[in-house]
């Protein structure tokens, strides 16, 4: 599994567009880059995921670079309630599809 | 629908005792996997069950043990609990390709276990 690295934390203003930066830069052909956030006490929430194409839905983009070394997770319209701590993690597709978290980056929205 | 349902909620044990957590996975899952994750750090894999069996494990030692029910329920046994097991331990399901695959994996809210 590729290791990622993330910004150990970061800001954002209520309202404003929250960028999160990924760097996966040994990831593999078969691995897709998954992004799951984890809010105080709770378990982590499944948010987007993409191989090489930039994604889109209703909580979230994904934009990856096209050598597919780096990442990045962007929320439109930040809310108090995105403060979270947002994992990026490289994962194989096939087979157990077991998820490997690093320290994640903590993202407070301030109002 | 429940969801990832994992009790108890929380849970305190002595040192040398063994403990039992237990999960139900979300209605159509049937691929369970625990995690474990210690104050401050991200969540650890400790194996994944799939059709009653063990399909692949993390660095964690025997005393890690689990089990899957033919529901896809399951069960994380801790033998031998040491100081350093208390943490918060997670479960998450999944469907496989074989079984109308979804790209996601959803956690339960975690058992919180203490070890003293």
């Known amino acids: 599994d590729a290791k990622t690295t993330q910004p150990p934390s970061m800001d954002c203003a209520e309202g404003r567009a929250a960028n999160l930066p990924c760097n996966h830069s040994?990831?593999?052909?078969?691995?897709?880059v998954y992004w799951y956030r984890q809010i105080h006490s709770q378990g982590p929430q499944y948010i987007i995921h993409?191989?090489?194409n930039n994604e889109t839905n209703e909580m979230a983009s994904l934009i990856i670079t096209e050598d597919r070394k780096s990442s990045t997770l962007i929320l439109p319209h930040a809310t108090l309630r995105d403060t979270a701590v947002y994992y990026c993690i490289a994962a194989q597709i096939q087979g157990a599809q077991k998820l490997v978290f690093g320290q994640g980056t903590r993202l407070t929205i301030n109002p | 629908d429940a969801g990832v349902t994992q009790s108890p909620t929380h849970l305190i044990k002595t040192r040398g005792q063994q403990v039992t957590l237990r999960c139900s996975p979300k209605?159509?899952?049937?691929?369970v996997s625990w995690y474990q994750q210690a104050l401050g750090q991200g969540p650890q894999f400790i194996f994944q069950y799939y059709e009653e069996e063990e399909r692949q494990r993390g660095n964690f030692p025997d005393r890690f043990s689990g089990h899957q029910f033919p529901n896809y329920s399951s069960e994380l046994n801790v033998n031998a609990l040491l100081l350093g097991d208390s943490a918060l331990y997670l479960c998450?399901?999944?469907?496989?390709?074989?079984?109308?695959?979804?790209?996601?994996?959803?956690f339960g809210p975690g058992t919180r276990l203490t070890v003293t």
């Open positions: 998450a399901s999944s469907s496989l390709p074989s079984s109308g695959f979804r790209w996601e994996q959803y």
């Open positions: 040994t990831i593999s052909g078969n691995e897709y």
């Open positions: 993409g191989l090489k």
């Open positions: 209605s159509g899952h049937d691929t």
